[in-house]
């Protein structure tokens, strides 16, 4: 990593590390609480270990000219790996509360170990850690290709992917030891979020930097997407954490919000973190990767850049679908309900456009299990946002609200699209990296994707199946008007359900697992050819987004 940096980028790097340990150290020393300290030390250590890293590649010989006129994308290989490691540490962890639920007696009696704690760091481990880094990783490849344009300059791409894992890292670790301010996907007290506002800005500014050097005079549309995801991150993080801390030595704050304005607006961030989180920054994926493995331009460039305004436009007013029944008036409720509604238009557009772009190149869907995870996600995203679109209806929602009918819509999103078109895109990516020919073992991605698909089905159809008993139990009355089943009843009910999802949960981790491995041998053996002649990766086709781009003339 150093090796790639400048004299002055060095000098840099270092200035601002030590900037972060001195911030770290001072609020170990000055922390008022015990869990303050502990952050304090987590930054002060994190930034001590780079510091050294930097030290050790000081006095290497600086980058050689020829190197700058290549993209740079040692970032982009850094993100890739990190955000394996996060997969399975979070997907271990997500199993672990399946369990958990069958079993509560699973908790051995320590605090760090119960649901309310372990269940955080799941959702933000697997959406931030994982789908974050994979984000990030995959949007630097694919800005740098699609422009033409390498990156300004080598260290901001690691400020990025050094800054956003010390986020996550302090996020995560706060909730083990019992920090976090209890807005959902939103947990992390005040400091944490001050520090991702700076490093998102930095994410942002640098997108554009490159963009503003393109050579290529449009602009493809999964930038569109990427940066849409950026922009609207940063304005959701911001809002939903104005908070006050009760002193600059605490790690506790207060909402600046209060009631159902703190609801609508926690509701409105929740929503919207699905939508730009969850779903632009993977169609940003999806739109490039997919046509490029399928060898296919897509299907209709339009139909793509439609569906962005659709997407980014109807999302907005959608939030308040997470508060029906509440105190919040009806009038809002019925909005977020229309605008669900109309959002299928252009969910659907985008899970069309890409199955259609595979028309003709089907045979390769049978064939490689590349294409085939891109495939099946772009079908579970048509699905999960069918069902969003349905439970959002005011009605459906009465029966589906507080039971596993929500948790299975959930994964049918999370696993069977966000992380399949993830797995898609790093199964592509890794052998263009590292210039090799395919992965270490096409037949382990082949094993990969029946576990992840597999694992995905057991997983959202045993949702499903108890969701609609709990919610169907709970609304039953008998002949006197009283409830027919008590809650203990609709739990019992629920247990061989939550045993199945647990062993779905399961093949879906060993999928990843057995995914690290495959990614790890190809990195070794590339690492054992290193010196030899360079397989001509086809990514590095200097007209490759116009060619994507060119599907509506042909
Ligand atoms: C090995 C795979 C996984 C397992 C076993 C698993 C398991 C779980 C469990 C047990 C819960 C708690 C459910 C509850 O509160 O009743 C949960 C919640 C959640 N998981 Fe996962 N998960 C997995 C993968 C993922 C992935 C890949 C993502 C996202 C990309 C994800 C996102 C979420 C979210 C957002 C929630 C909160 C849902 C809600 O409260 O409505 N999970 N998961
Ligand atoms: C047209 C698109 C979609 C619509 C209209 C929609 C609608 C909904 C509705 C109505 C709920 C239940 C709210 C409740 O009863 O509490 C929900 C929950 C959720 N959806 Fe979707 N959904 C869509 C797509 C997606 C996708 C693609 C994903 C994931 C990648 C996703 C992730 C979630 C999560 C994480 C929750 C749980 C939030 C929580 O309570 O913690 N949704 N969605
Ligand atoms: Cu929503």
Redesign the pocket.
Known sequence: MVGQLTVNERKLAFLILILIAVVGLAMAITGADKLFVVHGLIIFLSALGTIFLVISGYFLPPPDIENAKHYYDDPTRAGIIIAMVWAVFAMFIGDWVAWLLAFPEMTFDAAWASFGRLRPVHTTGIIFGFGGNALIATSFHVVQRTSRARMPDNLSPWVVIFGYNLFCLLAVSGYFIGITQSK?YAEPEWYADIWLVIIWVTYFILYLRVLARRKEPHIYVANWYYMAFILVVAILHIVNNLAIPISLMHAKSYSAFSGVQDAMTQWWY?HNA?AFF??AGFLGMLYYFLPKQAGRPIYSYRMSIVGFWGITFFYMW?GS??LHYTALPTWVQTLGMTF?AM??IP?WIAAGNALMTLNGAWHKVRDDATLRFMMVAAVF?GL??FE??F??IRPV?AL??YTDW?IG??HA??LG??ALITFGAIYALVPWLWKQKRMYSPKLVEVHFWLALSGTLIYVFSMWNSGIIQGLMWRTYNESGTLAYSFVQSMVEMHPYYIARAIGGLFFLIGAIVGCYNIWMTVRSARMLAGAPEFETPDLGIASAQEIKAGEQA
């Open positions: 959902e929740g699905v969850l779903t959608a679908h997470h669900s959002l299928l969910s995203y999960s946002t969003g679109s439970m959002a929602n589906s609200h929500t819509h959930v999103g999370a699209w966000v």
